[in-house]
């Protein structure tokens, strides 16, 4: 009997284990940009446990990992470097039933005049992408 039992436990523990977070995939998204076009963006989200990887691509540029990517209920916060001297761009997100609704928002590097958009928050609603069968 113990031995039966200790198999259901095992296994409901592997099947727990194995379920994707609601963040994990890949999303994209039109994103309205002030004063000019519209720009992809792509996020590859990768969660295991309570860590978070992934990169973020805007547009034509090189995709780069995220960077102080962490999970707190359902809500994701991670930031993209923009070097040394243009600062930070911070990312709120949370699944919803439409999509990854995500909020951001540029911060100037410490000590710079504050860049033109800096400050505003930009929403979007991004769409996983369906994986290929």
Known sequence: MWKLVTALVCAASVAI????????????????????????????????????????????????????????????????????????????ARVLDDGLRVGFTQRPADGAPPSTGSGKVINFTASRMQSPH
Do not use: C, H, Y
């Open 17 to 92: 284990s194995a379920q994707s977070s609601p963040f994990d995939g890949v999303w994209i998204a039109e994103v309205p940009m002030p004063g000019s076009e519209p720009v992809e963006f792509m996020i590859r989200l990768d969660v295991e446990g309570s860590e978070v990887k992934g990169m973020l691509q805007i547009g034509d540029s090189k995709a780069v990992a995220i960077e102080n990517a962490v999970i707190r209920g359902d809500v994701l916060s991670f930031r993209r470097s923009l070097g040394e001297n243009g600062g930070t761009i911070v990312f709120l």
